[in-house]
Nanobody, 124 residues
């Protein structure tokens, strides 16, 4: 198992930036593909970005390409989501997830462990 704790959410004005962090427990962090998801009110949880075990491959949903960047530091057991040019439609609860798959799955059910979520609110 791995425990995940997100941080860095909050209230920001449109056009601003936030950096989310996800700290993982354990000594096997590099075994996991990591993903960031979000779930807005009344909507399904969606993948925003995923990153391979060594950080060499990433995948993004079209709506955040060029604005969001996922990265990881396996020496710190931490994955990050840098969010720039935030829009009101980015308002959601953001979740960090870990999976044992070798690919970069897009569906929530493919991930094995989840953080508690952190609220991001973007005001207009």
């Amino acid at each position: 198992q791995v425990q995940l704790v997100e941080s860095g959410g909050g209230l920001v004005q449109a056009g601003g930036s936030l950096r989310l962090s996800c700290a993982a427990s354990g000594r096997t962090f590099s075994m996991y593909v990591m993903g960031w998801f979000r779930q807005a009110l009344g909507k399904e949880r969606e993948l925003l970005a995923a990153i391979s075990r060594n950080g060499g491959r990433t995948d993004y949903v079209d709506s955040v390409k060029g604005r969001f960047t996922i990265s990881r530091d396996n020496t710190k057991n931490t994955v990050y989501l840098q969010m720039n040019s935030l829009k009101p439609e980015d308002t959601a609860v953001y979740y960090c997830a870990a999976g044992l798959r070798a690919d970069l799955p897009k569906v929530p059910s493919a991930y094995d462990y989840w953080g508690q979520g952190t609220q991001v609110t973007v005001s207009s």
